[in-house]
């Protein structure tokens, strides 16, 4: 799995962390780690780029969690607090967070996000422009 | 009918979680499996082999095999281990019923290995092992008959 990062502008800068492969227990801290990375230079928008990210598992969604919570400024706790740590995070008046939005997850990924539940903190797109369009200063 | 069985022994290193998950789609293709069923079972037994090796062996040293086998509609992978006694088919199922923002995160690998199988059944080894067998209707009934003597090809 690797990352790559571009950042764009839109209405404010967004930074977009694109995941090329599996994400898996072997390398979700990884991406913790780019986040973690991006987050310390200053990123407060965040675009997870899916397009070629063809599995994850539920370690993924310990590393979706822990990025959000990154890009609030905070350092995440350990996922068996719960998902308590998204309560103070920013959200819209739909229940999702406004910090970290997700791009085109493939069909796999997209059912583990709702079979956990995951995907309710999170606005999904299907297209970068409408997906950077979403990013509004706070 | 029982097909010959497939076996990878690999050691318990998160390293290894992608070839087990390659040795697993290789060996259900070789069998005709549906590909969606296929997928289900390959990620419940990518979320139970990462238990092991994470809560079971705690990162320390040890070892995992997987077997892949099918009988009639049936595919099965078994994993076996000599980690401390675990039985996820006992885990707690998340409560649902929660607020989102009260559920644990943990668990989440358990549950969706339920949601994603027909049956998991665990049994304690006589030497002290753990043995997990994930069962998943996955191949095609018009194949599984010549599925079932794939291995002997």
Redesign the interface.
Known sequence: MQVIVDKLHSHVPVTVLRIHGDLDGSNYQDLIAKAREVCAAGARHLLLDMSNMPYMSSAGLVALHSVAVLARGEEPSSPEHGWAAFHAVSRDSSGKQTRVKLLNPQPRVDRTLQTTGMREFFEVFTDLPTALDSFKAE | MKSSTATLRVAAD??Y??AI?HFFEQTAAALRADKEAM?DLM?AL??CA?NI??HGYQDGLGEIRVEVWCEGERLLVRLSDQAPPFDPTQAPTPD?TLP???????G??I??SR?LTDAMIYRRTGNGGNELTLIKTAIPPQTSEEANHAGDR
Do not use: F
């Open positions: 998160l390293k979680l992608a998950r997928l990620q990518d979320e990462c090796i994470v649902t989102l923002d009260m559920r644990p995160m943990g989440m690998g549950h969706l949601h």
